[in-house]
């Protein structure tokens, strides 16, 4: 099982950049970056869903 602290801040820093690169620049070129960004963390987020066991966090915690 996988520690979720370091997946999540990667998630969420990836997520804020890209925000960031969309609302925050004018040149086309870093728009499509920051979407890029923002697509990066939703692998990562899916990535991570599927590291989870089958009843998600829930069964973890009830099975320890």
Known sequence: MIH???PVLLVAVLAGAGVYGIIARRNAVLVLIGAELLLAAAG???VLGSALPAGGLIARAAGA
């Open 44 to 46: 990562v987020l899916f």
């Open 4 to 6: 979720l602290a370091g």
